[in-house]
């Protein structure tokens, strides 16, 4: 099944970041096929390659860096949620890309499944 | 109409294809910014020719609310992009009754023309949607 991901929260701040990270891999791991990851909201946060957490937690960022090298998963951010909140291409993390809210709406329109991760 | 036109016509109509998009707003229109962000990407999607409408519910029901006030919160009143929403033909937008009545608004007191439906019938909705995007 072709899956697309949409994540509204930001990391550390919300589960829903977690939980959208274990779908994908989970999904993955099960043989289906992801589509596209989008971030919006205050999921632009996600991308940030600034970001430093305590070195015994989770890497939240590098491991989304690491699912797309490893599976060539297409991950975007919205521009325009990115812009609101500072994150620009000069601050994303490895295999992030900026675009349009149109990459959401494409992966509704091409993906069998869009699947949300919002509070 | 040629052959060649006709199997072009073909493949173009095959290609084009259309679902039904619902974009349902649960929170209040201030205080964060999911009812904005959210209307954004409504708007987009009219610009992808899908069948879009918009459901809401809970406290997404004051999004819609006429003589909104937000000077003194010192944000931006978006409401009244909701107007223009029918520009972009997006005209199906559903409030749910339940949410209404819970907070003692009427009908007339919102700012464009509305379908109230009772829970049951948003559900009915809701289970012949393709894509559901929550806000």
Avoid at chain 1, 88 to 117: H, K, M, T, W, Y
Avoid at chain 2, 16 to 28: G, I, S, T
Wanted: hydrophobic share 45%; charged share 25%.
């Amino acid at each position: 099944m072709k899956v697309g991901l949409l994540i509204n929260e930001g990391p550390y701040n919300h589960q829903a970041a977690d939980t959208a990270y274990q779908f994908a891999r989970a999904a993955l791991a099960k043989g289906h096929h992801i589509q596209r990851v989008f971030f919006y909201n205050d999921g632009v946060n996600n991308a940030s390659k600034l970001t430093a957490p305590p070195q015994d937690d989770r890497h939240i960022v590098n491991r989304w860096s690491k699912l797309a090298e490893e599976n060539g998963i297409d991950l975007v951010v919205c521009v325009a949620a990115g812009l609101r909140r500072g994150l620009v291409e000069d601050n994303l993390a490895p295999g992030f890309r900026i675009s349009g809210l149109g990459q959401l709406v494409e992966a509704g329109i091409e993906s069998d499944r869009l699947v949300v991760f919002g509070d | 109409m040629t052959q060649v036109a006709e199997a072009v016509e073909r493949e173009t109509q095959t290609r084009a294809v259309v679902k039904k998009f619902m974009y349902v707003n649960r929170k209040a229109p201030y205080g964060t910014i999911y009812a904005l962000e959210g209307l954004e990407v409504a708007l987009i999607s009219a610009a992808f020719d899908q069948d879009v409408s918009l459901a809401f519910l809970d406290d997404g029901v004051y999004q819609l609310v006429k003589g909104q006030q937000t000077k003194g919160l010192e944000v931006k009143n978006f409401s009244p992009t909701y107007r223009a929403l029918e520009g972009y033909d997006i005209e199906k937008l559903y409030v749910e009754r339940e949410s209404l009545a819970a907070r003692g608004i009427r009908e007339d007191q919102l700012l464009v023309p509305v379908q109230v439906v009772d829970a049951k019938e948003m559900a009915a909705l809701m289970e012949q949607q393709d894509v559901i995007i929550g806000f």
